[in-house]
């Protein structure tokens, strides 16, 4: 069964930076697409950043020029480097994975951008 386990949330101050990792177990397959998303309270879930194996990367334009989204294939992992973090960065982040045409996602993990 495929899992997924998201760490490195918490709480930072505006400006600083976290960074997400997203593990995924349970697969011997070519995992197509990982990626990030986010929800804040009484907001739909929106896309974060997404990256291809090949490589390939999106961003949604409230995180370009602030967030990297990387991968190691050989681990299973996903990457978010968050910096000059705002409040309005807060919400639970999601992983999400896309394994031979399905996708999959992580329970979250919160993030808190606050003084």
């Known amino acids: 069964q495929v899992q997924l386990v998201e760490s490195g949330g918490g709480l930072v101050q505006p400006g600083g930076s976290l960074r997400l990792s997203c593990v995924v177990s349970?697969?011997?397959?070519?995992?197509?697409?990982m990626g990030w998303y986010r929800q804040a309270p009484g907001k739909q879930r929106e896309l974060v950043a997404t990256?291809?194996?090949?490589?390939?990367?999106n961003y949604a334009d409230s995180g370009k020029g602030r967030f990297t989204i990387a991968r190691e294939n050989a681990k299973k992992t996903v990457y978010l480097q968050m910096n000059s973090l705002k409040p309005e960065d807060t919400a639970v982040y999601y992983c999400?994975?896309?394994?031979?045409?399905?996708?999959?996602w992580g329970q979250g993990t919160q993030v808190t951008v606050s003084s």
């Open positions: 999400n994975v896309l394994i031979t045409f399905r996708a999959y």
């Open positions: 990256i291809t194996n090949g490589g390939t990367r």
């Open positions: 349970g697969t011997s397959s070519s995992i197509q697409m």
